[in-house]
């Protein structure tokens, strides 16, 4: 596992940058719905933290994206915003910090992943779900790798990886020449995944959401798709 003070290489793509900055460009109103719809569940992971204070956060994540900060540096921006913004909650040995950071930037790495797919599916139209293959990934998880796709198919609304905090997964795009080469098969159906309830605590209030099984709760969506859903695309 990397250093907690690592340098966060190979995410700062165009496509995860553009994703950050269109979530700062939206309204309040689509603020709301990202934060109380989308992402719900997942805003437990801020301890009742403000919309300003998220807005921050991201503006921090952004920037560490775009100048190849560490964790570290990160932290102590976070310290700083919380102080700023009144905020007393749980970040001991700065844990949640860290939690915030590695969530944000992976879905930032999905949501660009994603628009390189869209961006190339007309030559290579399928999805085969990875994991990092070895004692520490989900159960669940595991039983998807290796699961083949088109990058239409309704699963990756709810299963496009990270499906979790912390979550390592990730998908390989692939055309029929892939394939082929490979001895590969597109799956006949998608893993069938009941729903399951979760409570989570959002604002303080314990909250009903559904997920699929194996799927943390705040993360049965698809980054890529939250910008073009909420912007009407």
Known sequence: MADANSEIKGIAFAEAI???KDRLKFSDADWQALIFEVDAAARARS???SEAMSRDILQAILAAMEEGSTIGDFEEKFDGIAAARGWSGDNEDGW???LV???MTAQAQAAGRWRQIQAGKKHAPYLRYITAEDNRVRDAHAAWQGVILDAEDPWWKTHFPPN???????VQQLSDDDLERYGWQVSEA?????????FV???GVLTPVEAPAGVD???????????????GI
């Open 190 to 198: 998608a893993p069938w995944s009941p729903t399951i309830i979760k």
């Open 217 to 231: 709760p705040g993360f049965a969506f698809n980054p890529g798709e939250i910008g073009l859903k909420l912007k």
């Open 101 to 103: 950071f590695r969530t």
């Open 18 to 20: 553009a994703f950050l």
């Open 164 to 170: 979790g905090f912390n979550c390592r997964c990730h």
């Open 47 to 49: 301890s009742d933290m």
């Open 201 to 203: 605590k959002i604002d």
């Open 96 to 98: 949640r910090a860290r």
